[in-house]
Structures are given as structure tokens and as C-alpha cells.
């Protein structure tokens, strides 16, 4: 155990004790403990080891079982540990709570599990209470024997017991007695169950688990005795180091005195005190766990003190605030401010004798035996009574409380007389002998009381009574004290706050709702109405809790009997052929049976009466749009799955047959999609918000997500791409292609905004150099109020379009030359035109051609230039052609009076001119490449000219262009 410094006292205003004794139990009955010491969960005296549940862990730092979460927890055998075998029981745990813990999770339950119901069980809360409950299973809680405590429900270390034997049911919170409770028929440890053994789990299914830290949790085969349980607490683990003291606070106008323990140090203890105060002695011995050291304090009786009394042993301190008389402070703080409601007894103090009662009573002076001012009641074989008489009020809860001196020897306590009619007398004796204690306890007041008078008494034995109050309690009351419902319905009670100091919250068991959730603290008379939804058969209670008061209604609801399926309805179509759902059904006697419309099969065809959460699947034949209902009835009980069968191919027809780059434009699923924001972002199947089919993409909140794509892989440099997708937006959104050089952009964006209402985004852009990678991104941010977007049938392919290499063909004479031409996304065929003096084979292509192989062939006749076009359509494309007649040597006419012709090698030119010209002379290869190129003016007559061009074997083609006319020639060189 990982004990942290424990204080254990009350503040005092004389010198008090609070010795309790100490008695070491062994480990002869210690049957299994779990210390989570070395990291596990293991049985360190036993063999019964835990597994760890949920998230449930072994925490390192605190060496404790740390439960987090609803859901964490450790299970045991409950089989293995066999406590129904034991003659007596005793549990003991240290923990912290770090949860607030609302409702009624269990630190520990060891029983069996009946219909979610923790029946056959023991167990132990942090709210604070221990409980046995075996005799009924079906309402566990209506037969529950059980004893509560202080409220362990914080970040504080506490150490919590819980005692069964064969008679009663006691329990312990840090070492202090909470009560005990006979134990009723039935009601035993012989009777307890092994179906199940859980820490930080309560046995009743719906109760959250219960989060905190488990330092050590022990089993004894004994009832540990109070003496026993003292020593365990101020023994912790024997571990840590600790100083300890009988008091944390200390009241005086004179002397007091306090007493140590401790354990596990290394250094003698130092005692400091503020100004005004001195303690003797100031150097106690450490280790002192079993016999603690008496320290005196004495005030000077000027100085005004308010401070701390420290001890330190090392680094280990421990502090008792202390305040003297001259502060002003007062050793007497009421439970209740007047404002709320009033102390009943005049002169609390016990300062001034009290006429009634009877034997040996007085008024003590000593102040050895005064809690708080100048005097406190005693009695000595006798009785000191406050009469009641006019002030008692009839069915009206009251709370007394005082602080008692038991001499040592005799049993002391408060009565309560004359309360109800003839009922007997009410008696809280003191537990504690030669200290101060609080007793504290309530009553309510009968119908009628006594006749005879009524009142307070202080008797029994020999002791002293300080501080006593009297107040008519904070409470609630009701029109009802329970409702029942036969039906699911609404009832409404009535509810009366009396002194309360806070409003009043409400809250209500599973299956029941109230409204209003809250009412004012001075409600009078307001009606609140509870309701039960009649699902399920529930009985439990409505509390309403103010402050520290608290109070219920006890509810009860018989459940109509019910189907219910797990949703609505279901959306189905071509593509998405199957979905499920289940069924919860509840107080029915017969199967459930399907009415299942045309177009749909289920599977199974029927379900039992008690289905619980049983899957049912849905086929859908995808063939025709259906819309209808599944009908499932058992009795009188029905309920409705609206099937819902649409087509995609009904409103949606893809742009082209093949080549979306987006591989799911349904949005089936978002596995082939990226982005962030996925709590904003999903498939939704909601008919209002689908397009197409059963399924659309849905994003919501300002810049709350963002849908991307990649592209990198898919998309090419310098090629126009066709954008198309239906898309419903509320506020500005964009779509950003991104990394594509768009009109010399990294991002290309695309503005959309629908006003809420369907429409077709389809648009078109031309990638130039590509980066590293590219995206498509899809959100409302940088600028954007876009808060609500739906896509659905999302597309984007390579733009229709007719690819040809190469883009020119020159011809020179007659001769065919080819082009391969390949078409992308087109929805036509192909058709080639060509100019005047060309033709083409084929003339027609396939509109999924891919380089297909075209021929062209020019007729020599004339010389001819233009394009050959390639039409799908709309889409076109063409191949420029040029085609040159060649005339050979020796066909020339008489009237050009030019000759060429080859030597050596060289190109000669004959020019015989009629006038002054300007002549262009070009020197062709055979396949059109030009090799030179010049212009001249020759004067009229006979000219010879060199063309400085170095020929290789082979044929070339002379050009001579003069007086705009055009000549060509074949030379051959061998």
C-alpha cells in the first residue's frame, strides 16, 4: 500500500485523547491479497490471480490498479475464492478516488449476475456504504442489508472495511466504526454466489465502473475486530514513513494536549510551534506505532495564535493547525446558518444548569473535560434532559448532535422520549471511552406524539455532553412517496422544500425522465413530472438532492411489450446490395415475424420473443427502385425498417465510359480518399442528402474538414482534364487542384457555392509541368465561410480529345507517308478529311482508336499544301501536308531556259534569263531535309551557277523559285 500522511482527529479546545486500542491480526487468516507491488495483478497470499479489463492498468508510479475509463476493471475468480465456504468475512481496501464516481459504481462486488442485477452479492461503494444481498434475485435491492459512511468519493487516501458474520454486517472507513446492521433472513455468507469477482465493478450491468486507484485490497476468513481494523489503518503497509497524530486542529484559551505515532522513519521527531505556544517535549523518539507519545501544549495566554504545530522526522512532516482565544475564532460552529434553520436547544454550551432531568447532573468547570467555552454537562448515575414540549413538531425529521465524554467504564448516550405516540425511546450510546466524540443521528417525528411530553435526555453511567444541537432538519417532502406504471405515461408529484440551503437537482433511474430537472430552493408546492418511456420494466428511484440533503421517490414501471430495431431505415442500390440491423424486443410472448415488401430478402425469416440486439441482413436485388417498409410484429407489438432502393444509373450517367481518375464516385466508402477533420466528414445515407443512389459524401462546420484526393501517378503534363461532380453547399467552398501548373499556378482553384441546393460543377483545365506530386482538395478554408457540403457523383477524367504524331507530312512527288492517330474519351467515331491532291486510308477510325496507323498519299500532280482533319463530334485535330510536284532533268519546257545538272560532286545551275531577276535556289534530300538554302539577282542572259553543297551518292531535289514560280528538279549523284 502507497499510503499518504493520515491525520486522524477533530479539533479540541482542552486537552483530549483519542486513544483507541491496537491489536496486530496476523496473517493466519489473510487469505489473498492483491498489493499491484511488482507490476501485476497476482494473488501475493493466494493463488487467485486478477485479469485486467478495459483499459485497466498497473500503474507504475503509485503501484496501484488505475482504472480510468467506464469500462476498466479487475476480474477475478469468483469460482477460486469461494468466500460462500467462509464462517466470516472481512474486506478490506486502501484507495483514492479520481472520479467524481456519480451513480453507484462498486469498488469491489463478489456474488453472481441475474438479468443485468447484482444479486447473490456482498459489496462495497465509495459513496459511501457496504451491502449484502442474497435473498431476492429479481430486486436485489429491495432485500439489501446495508451500512453507510462517510462519502470516500475524492482525491483523498482511504481506508475502507467491510465485516459479514453470521449475525450482522459491519463497516470502517480510515479506522472509524460507520455502523452496523442485523442481518435479515437469507441474507448470509453461506448464500453468497461465485459467478462473478470484480474490483472497481458493480454486479448490476448498468452501473458505470468505478475509477480510481487500488493501492491493496485484502480477504480475511475472520471478522476483524475494531481493534483490528485500528491497527491495520495506522499500520498502512509498513512502508511508508509516517507521523500521526490524535488531533488535527487544536482550540484553546489555555492547555491541550495531543498524542503521536509513527512509523517507518529514520530520524528522531522535531516538534515547532508558532509564538505563544510551547510543547513539551519538542524531541519525541520515532516509530512509535503502538504506543503513541503524549504531547502537552501550553498558550501563554497574550499572543494571538494561529498556525501550525509541525513535527518532521527527515522529510516527513505532519501539521495540527492551531488557534488561540485571542484570534476570536469560536470551537463551536453550527451545523446549519439561522438563515436555514435554528438551533432548537437554548444554551449549547451546557454552561448553565438544566432543572430538568433527575439523579447526579451538573454543570463541570474543569476544563480538561470542556469541548468548547466556560462549561459542559455532566452526569454521574443521573440524567441531564432538555425538554421538548411545544417545540416538537409531528411528522417532521430532526437532527441532533453534541460531543461526548464517556468516562472510562460506562456507557453514556442521548435519547430521544415522547416522539411518536407510545413508542419507545430512542438511544444513541457513545462508542469511544476517555475522548471526545460526535454523536449525530436523526428521527422523524410519528403521526401523534406523546401525551405525556417530550423531549432530549443525556444519561446512563458518567460523562460529559458539550456543543448540543437540535435543529428541525433540511428535507424535502412529497405528494407521493412512490409511483407505479402499468403503462409507459407521465405522473406528476408535488414537492415542498424545508430549509434547504441549494436548489434542488433531480434525476431519475434508467427508463424514467423528469422534468423540470431542477427546482428552487424555497419550491413550494411545484409539480415535477416523471416519465417512463416503457421500454424495458424498471424499478428504482427519483432523487432530489440539495446540499447534503437528499431524498426519492420510488418508481416502478411494467414495460409495454416492444420491438425495436437498432435504426429507421436503410438505403440500398446497385452497388450497395446489403445492410443490417438489429433488434432489442421486450415482454413479448411470441416471435417476431417479417412482412418483407418485393425486391428484398432477410435473413432470418423470424426471431425469437427475446431477441436482444440479434442482427438481421437485408438484400437488396438491385434491379428496380423500391421504396417501402419492413414490417416486424410479434402480438400487439409492431415496428417499421423503411427500405429504401435506389439506382445510380437513374439520375447518373458518367461522362465517359472509362478513364475516371477517381476511382469511387458514389463515395461507397472513403478508404481511397485522404484529408483531416474526420469527426466533420463521412458517408452519409440520409435520402435527403444523396444525389445518386444510396450514399453522398457530407462535411459540416466552417473549416472542418477537408476532402482530398491524390493524383500523383495519375495525371500528365500538358494535357486538359474535365472536372464534373453534383455538389449542394451551404456557404462558399472550393475545389484545389493542386501541383498541376494550372495557368502557371501550383493551386487551381475552383469556387463553389449552391445556396443549398444541387447543382453540377463541371469544368475544364490544361496541366502544364507537373510537380512532385498532385492533389485534389475539396474544403472551405483560407478565406471560405463554407459550413454544410454534399458531393456525390464525382468525376474527373483527361478532356475528349484526338492525339496525332507527327503534326506535318512534306511530300515531294508522288508518294504516301503515315500518321498514327489515338482518341481519348471520345463518344463518336472518326472521321479524315484530306485537301485536294492527298488522300487517306482509312478515312474512318474507332472512337477508342489508339495509335492507329493512317496513311497519306500525295498524287504529284500539282503542288499542294493544307490539313488533314481528324473530326469526333466536337473534337478535332489535323496534320498539316505539303506536297511538291518534281519534274525530272530534260523535262524541262524551253520557255524556263534553265538546266541543272551534277559534276563532281557539285550542283550546277544553267540560268538564261529574259531580264534582270531575283532567283531562289534549295537543295532537297530524296526525304524532304533541306541542305541549302539561297537568293540572288542574275542579270538578263546566260548565267552558270555553283551551289556549294557536298553530295553524296544518292537522289536530291532542286528548287528554283523566280518571277513567283515555283521549279523542281531530280539530280542524281553516283
Known sequence: MKKSLLLLGLAISVPCFLIQAQTDPGTTNLKHQWTFDNGTANDVIGSVNGTLMGGAVIDASTKALKTSAD?????LSGTDLALNSYSELTLEAWITSTNTNTGNPMLCYFGNTTNDL????????????????????????????????????????????SVVTASEIRFYVDGNFQGSKALSTGNSISALGTGVAYLAKS????????????????????????????????????????????????????????????????????????????VKPSILQSNSAIVPVNVSVTYDGITAVDGNITLTSGTTTANISIKAASTGFSCFNPLYADTITSNILADPYCSSYFSDGWGSKSINTDPTYIYCGNGSGKIDGGSYDRALTGKLKPNTKYRVKAKVWQVSGSTVGIGVYG???????????????????????????????NSGGHGLFFNSGTGYIDNWEMYEMPCMQFSASSLTYLTSGTQKVAVKGIHLSNDISITAPVNFTVAPSKLAVNVNGDSVSITYDGLASSTGYVYFISGTSKDSIQV?????????????????????????????????????????????SINPKALAANANGTTVTVTFDG???????????????QAKVRVIGTLNSTTYTPLYSAGNLITDPYFNSLNTYGGWGDDNKGITTDTNEVYSGSKSFKMKGACGASLDYSLTGKMLSNKTYRLKAMVKTTGNYKFIVNGCDVDGSNDYYIDVNTSENWQIIDTTFTTGTLA??????????????????YIDNYELYVAPAISVDPLSLTFSGEETKTFTATGLNLSQSVSITAPTGFSVNPSTLDATASAAVVSVTYNGI?????????????????????????????????????????????????????????????????????LLKQKGNYFAGKNHVVLDVNLSSGIYIVNIVREGKSFNYKVINM
Open 71 to 75: 469500462g476498466d476493471y479487475l476480474s
Open 118 to 161: 447484482g444479486a447473490q452479492g456482498v459489496f462495497i461503494t465509495t459513496i459511501s456504504r457496504s451491502a449484502i444481498s442474497c435473498s431476492n434475485i429479481s430486486a436485489p435491492w429491495s432485500s439489501e442489508d446495508n451500512v453507510g459512511g462517510i462519502n470516500c468519493n475524492n482525491s483523498a487516501l482511504h481506508h475502507v472495511v
Open 203 to 278: 454486479g448490476y450491468s448498468v452501473d458505470q465502473t468505478w475509477q480510481g486507484l487500488i493501492y491493496e485490497f485484502s480477504i480475511y476468513n475472520k471478522a476483524l475486530s475494531s481493534d483490528e481494523i485500528n491497527y491495520l489503518y495506522l499500520k498502512g503497509d509498513g512502508a511508508t514513513p509516517y507521523i500521526q497524530s490524535s488531533v488535527s486542529s487544536i482550540e484553546t484559551s489555555s492547555s491541550a494536549s495531543f498524542k503521536v505515532w509513527s512509523g517507518n522513519l529514520s530520524e528522531t521527531i522535531t516538534i515547532t510551534a508558532p509564538a505563544g505556544i510551547t
Open 419 to 449: 416522539w411518536n405516540g407510545t413508542a419507545t425511546d430512542i438511544y444513541h450510546g457513545a462508542t469511544t471511552s476517555d475522548a471526545w466524540e460526535d454523536i449525530d443521528f436523526t428521527f422523524t417525528t410519528g403521526t401523534i406524539l
Open 556 to 600: 416502478s414501471g411494467i414495460a409495454d411489450p416492444i420491438i425495436v430495431p437498432s435504426i429507421s431505415f436503410l438505403t440500398f442500390d446497385e452497388l450497395n446490395k446489403e445492410a443490417t440491423f438489429t433488434v432489442i424486443a421486450g415482454n413479448l410472448n411470441d416471435s417476431i415475424r417479417f412482412t418483407v415488401p418485393s425486391g428484398y
Open 623 to 637: 434491379t428496380t427502385e423500391i421504396k417501402d417498409y419492413i414490417i416486424l410484429t410479434s402480438e400487439t407489438a
Open 772 to 789: 512532385a506530386n498532385q492533389n485534389l482538395y475539396f474544403n472551405s478554408c483560407e478565406g471560405y465561410d463554407g459550413t454544410l457540403a
Open 862 to 930: 500539282n503542288n499542294s499544301d493544307g490539313y488533314i482533319y481528324l473530326t469526333s463530334g466536337s473534337v478535332k485535330d489535323s496534320v498539316q501536308v505539303s506536297g511538291t510536284v518534281v519534274t525530272e532533268i530534260g523535262a524541262v519546257s524551253n520557255e524556263l531556259s534553265q538546266f541543272v545538272y551534277t559534276n563532281n560532286g557539285l550542283i550546277n545551275v544553267s540560268l538564261d534569263l529574259a531580264n534582270d531577276t531575283e532567283v531562289e535556289l534549295s537543295v532537297f534530300t530524296a526525304d524532304s531535309r533541306l
